[in-house]
Each structure stands twice: as C-alpha cells, then as structure tokens.
C-alpha cells in the first residue's frame, strides 16, 4: 500500500520585512488584494522594548477606528484560562522587555466579513501563555493594507519581524 501525502497548501512569500535601526510604532504592509488571494498566512515575531506596556493592534486598510473591530480572546497559563471579548484588533500584550510569536490566517466570510484566527506564544519558557484569538471587522470590504500599530510610541522593536505569505495558488 502506498501513501501519498501532498501539502494542504501552497505559500507564496509576499513580504518579509524586519525592524532595524531604530523601533518603530506602525508597520504598514501595502499594496495587497485579499479577495484576488484569498488567503493569508501572517508571521510575527514581536518584541517590546518600550518603557511602557503596548498592545500591539491588527488594522485594516489604515481604519484605526478601534471600535470598528472585535476580538476574542482565550488565554492558558499554566493551569488558569481566561477569556475575553474587547472592541478592538487586538493581537497581544506586551510587557516591557517582552516578545511574543503569532500566526495569524485571513480570509474573508462568504458574506464578505474579513475572518481573522490567530494562535500566539507570549513569554519566555518558564512563564510561557498560549493565547488563541479570533478578530471581527466590522467592515465588508477588501483587505487592500494591514497595520500593524502599537499602542505606545515606538513600541515595536528593532529585530521584531513579520513575514507575509499568500495561501494556495
């Protein structure tokens, strides 16, 4: 008996892009078409070095209005869940001195509402949170930019990274 196994998808790298030279609040990824792609995987390695606590914002085609957007949220520490509904695209929450690492997929709903499901490792090894988060906008449109925005000036660090990739072919 042979098995044949063949990927679920294909991915196709549309951007990779690193912080470098001095940290940075907003990281804009133009020019995309999510109703052409259908599909995104989206990377993030983030790290805060901040003096100050950020949330680190999910955007959509520059609308930062927060209450255009859902999130929910269910969270693990060791043997405490949490969950959580806020009005906003909020990825994470970053201590100072902290980096967290993200998967986040997009698609959009047959009834034209963008879906976002993400999964995100916080923390270090000893102190280490899943958190699994699902993020609504409120807007039926194409997906033509993301932003990435911290909630604190210069909240994303140099060396954080995020790699875009187009699912399927």
């Known amino acids: 008996m042979t098995i044949r196994v063949t990927p679920a998808f294909d991915l196709r790298k549309i951007l990779d892009r690193q912080v470098t030279g001095t940290d940075v609040t907003t990281i804009d990824i133009p020019n995309l078409d999510l109703d052409r792609d259908k599909r995104y995987l989206l990377l993030l390695n983030i790290w805060n070095l901040s003096p100050a606590f950020v949330a680190i914002y999910l955007f959509f085609n ?4 927060l209450a255009n957007y859902y999130t929910q949220a269910l969270a693990g520490s060791g043997s405490t869940v949490s969950a959580s509904r806020i009005t906003s695209p909020e990825v994470i929450r970053l201590f ?74």
């Open 62 to 65: 520059k609308d930062y209005t």
């Open 96 to 169: 100072t001195g902290y980096g967290m690492f993200a998967v986040i997929y997009l698609s959009r709903s047959p009834d034209g509402y963008v879906r976002v499901i993400e999964r995100v490792h916080l923390y270090e090894p000893a102190n280490i949170v899943v958190d699994e988060r699902s993020i609504g906008w409120l807007t039926k449109a194409n997906v033509t930019s993301i932003q990435l925005r911290s909630s604190s000036e210069l909240g994303i660090a140099i060396n954080s990274r995020v790699t875009l990739f187009k699912i399927g072919g």
